[in-house]
């Protein structure tokens, strides 16, 4: 099991740029595929990016593709998301969820295949 801890949420005007962290202890995040999901206020829980686990493989969700970035640091144990041109809409309780997958390319957009979940961190952008 690895624990994570996600950082770097905050209050931001449309237009604005943050970039959230999520930090691993407990096991190396190298053989994990990561990702970041949100869930708005009465909402779902929605899918945002994944990075398989050397970072070759990315993959977006249509709504923040373009204009996020996710991206991993496996020496620092830590995977970020890059978020600019933030919308309104974007505001949410960003969480980020690790998989195993030892050294398989594979990753996933369904929240279902994650096991570990960080506490989340949320997100408010101002219009």
């Known amino acids: 099991q690895v624990q994570l801890v996600e950082s770097g949420g905050g209050l931001v005007q449309a237009g604005g740029s943050l970039r959230l962290s999520c930090a691993a202890s407990g096991r190396t995040v190298s053989s994990y595929n990561m990702v970041w999901f949100r869930q708005a206020p009465g909402k779902e829980r929605d899918f945002v990016a994944a990075?398989?686990?050397?970072?070759?493989?990315?993959f977006y969700a249509d709504s923040v593709k373009g204009r996020f970035t996710i991206s991993r640091d496996n020496a620092k144990n830590t995977v970020y998301l890059q978020m600019n041109s933030l919308k309104p809409e974007d505001t949410a309780v960003y969480y980020c969820?690790?998989?195993?997958?030892?050294?398989?390319?594979?990753?996933?957009?369904?929240?279902?295949?994650?096991?570990?979940w960080g506490q989340g961190t949320q997100v408010t952008v101002s219009s």
């Open positions: 990075i398989s686990q050397s970072g070759g493989r990315l």
């Open positions: 969820a690790a998989r195993l997958v030892y050294y398989s390319e594979s990753i996933s957009d369904l929240k279902n295949d994650y096991d570990d």
